[in-house]
């Protein structure tokens, strides 16, 4: 008999296609967000679920389920899980670190350029058929070539970014827990800062840390107040991980010049603010959307379960 699965969204063809064939797979056709009831519903019975990081996977829903062994989280962050309930029921968690490492790498890349060449107010311009032809003094933006980038997190997403930054010609410090290697500070060319000197030292700000109840509104008033009022925040991470009540009125005061955001506090919703300045990028937390990563994504998600179902550890338990 082959493991009964849920999956809570649709994934890519190639994806289905080998849920199909491993497994006794439900999926959520409707392919929206589900509500807590009708998680509890999907899942009933089922040996695994396959969860995104849209889906809150709480003790209620966890605890519904006695048949269940394993969430599989497709995504590498995991704070929608109640891991503490899940591992209390000896019920694994994984997730998908790794294969979305450069993918989510080239979309913060895509922020910096993008502010730092005012690429969507360019975009508007000509769409909107206000633009009166090239013109010496129009959209501004700034070099990145001597500039410093601050990358606060160096997990593997936050080093793929810091790879990126040579290219660029960008000086590079760096904030993390736990100070990196000689060897890695020697490879990308990076020194290590104290938040505090990261932050008043830094003309882009890049966040690469997973959420947790330590970074969650790591970025605050006090924080913004520190940083140059012509620096650049970047966001790729986690929504709360900023105050985004806090980044709002900073860009408004000009206490920052921009922010590129992929991902927001509260998703889908935006603080209305944000919507209304020119000075901001948004981007519909696109980070690892691409064709092979999120196929990729897809491909580890089975590898995790059948370990779990077979009785071996899973290659990519967390908690
Ligand atoms: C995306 O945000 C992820 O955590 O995979
Ligand atoms: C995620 O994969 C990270 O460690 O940054």
């Given at each position: 008999m082959k493991p009964s699965v849920f999956l809570t969204r649709i994934l890519p063809d190639q994806v289905m296609a080998e849920l199909k064939r491993r497994f006794d797979l439900?999926?959520?056709?409707?392919?929206?967000?589900?509500?807590?009831?009708?998680?509890?519903?999907?899942?009933?019975?089922?040996?695994?679920?396959?969860?995104?990081?849209?889906?809150?996977?709480?003790?209620e829903v966890i605890g519904s389920n006695p048949a269940l062994r394993v969430i599989a989280n497709y995504a590498v962050g995991y704070n929608n899980i109640d891991l503490k309930t899940a591992s209390s029921r000896g019920i694994a968690v994984t997730n998908t670190p790794g294969?979305?490492?450069?993918?989510?790498?080239?979309?913060?890349?895509?922020?910096?350029?993008?502010?730092a060449r005012r690429v969507p107010e360019g975009d508007r311009l000509v769409r909107t058929g206000r633009w009166t032809g090239w013109n010496p003094t129009q959209l501004l933006g700034m070099d990145l070539t001597g500039r410093t980038?601050?990358?606060?997190?160096?997990?593997?997403?936050?080093?793929?970014?810091?790879?990126?930054?040579?290219?660029?010609?960008?000086?590079?410090?760096?904030?993390?827990?736990?100070?990196?290697?000689?060897?890695?500070?020697?490879?990308?060319r990076a020194s290590y800062q104290p938040l505090s000197r990261l932050l008043t030292a830094a003309d882009i700000v890049s966040l690469h840390v997973p959420l947790t109840h330590e970074t969650r509104h790591l970025i605050h008033r006090g924080v913004l107040d520190r940083m140059k009022s012509a620096a650049l925040l970047v966001n790729t991470a986690r929504g709360p991980i900023v105050d985004e009540k806090a980044l709002v009125i900073a860009l408004k005061k000009g206490t920052i010049a921009g922010a590129g955001l992929d991902v927001f506090e509260e998703e889908p919703k935006v603080h209305p603010g944000l919507l209304r300045l020119p000075n901001v990028v948004l981007l519909p937390h696109l980070g690892s959307a691409t064709v092979e990563t999120r196929t990729k994504m897809g491909f580890i998600v089975i590898e995790n379960i059948q370990a779990v179902l077979g009785g071996t550890r899973a290659p990519n338990a967390v908690g």
């Open positions: 439900k999926y959520n056709a409707l392919d929206r967000p589900l509500t807590q009831p009708e998680m509890i519903r999907g899942m009933r019975g089922r040996q695994a679920v396959i969860s995104m990081l849209s889906d809150r996977v709480d003790a294969v979305l490492t450069e993918a989510t790498a080239d979309l913060t890349w895509s922020l910096i350029l993008s502010l980038l601050g990358i606060i997190g160096m997990g593997r997403i936050g080093q793929a970014v810091a790879r990126r930054a040579f290219g660029f010609g960008m000086r590079l410090i760096y904030h993390n827990r736990h100070r990196l290697p000689d060897r890695l500070e020697k490879k990308y």
